[in-house]
């Protein structure tokens, strides 16, 4: 599945969903790490995409690291100020 992914991202490097699923591939067999470097790699190819932001905080929070995801959303913010999405997940983070 991992194959497949980097082939589809190599012909598509500005498909977010791609970069979602490969991620949470990553993630669910226990790579944290990788799976970050992925998200990583993912907003550099395609800055301002809130769901790419999304996603690196969500993983922060979901590996327990509230701090990292805080700090993580608010660059988020900084990078899509208008970004509804972000906001929401925001006021839900502050509510934790």
């Not at 190819?45 to 996603?55: F, G």
């Not at 979901?62 to 900084?78: D, E, P």
Request: proline share 4%; glycine share 4%; with cysteine.
């Amino acid at each position: 599945a991992r194959d497949a992914y980097n082939q589809g991202l190599k012909k598509c490097p500005h498909s977010t969903p791609l970069w979602l699923l490969l991620s949470r591939l990553e993630e669910k067999v226990g790579q944290l790490t990788r799976a970050r470097a992925i998200l990583e790699k993912s907003r550099l190819k395609n800055p301002k995409t809130a769901e790419l932001w999304l996603e690196s905080v969500r993983l922060e929070f979901r590996a327990g690291l509230k701090n990292i995801a805080n700090t993580l959303m608010a660059k988020a913010l900084q990078e899509c100020p208008n970004s509804g999405i972000l906001w929401a997940e925001a006021v839900f983070l502050e509510a934790r």
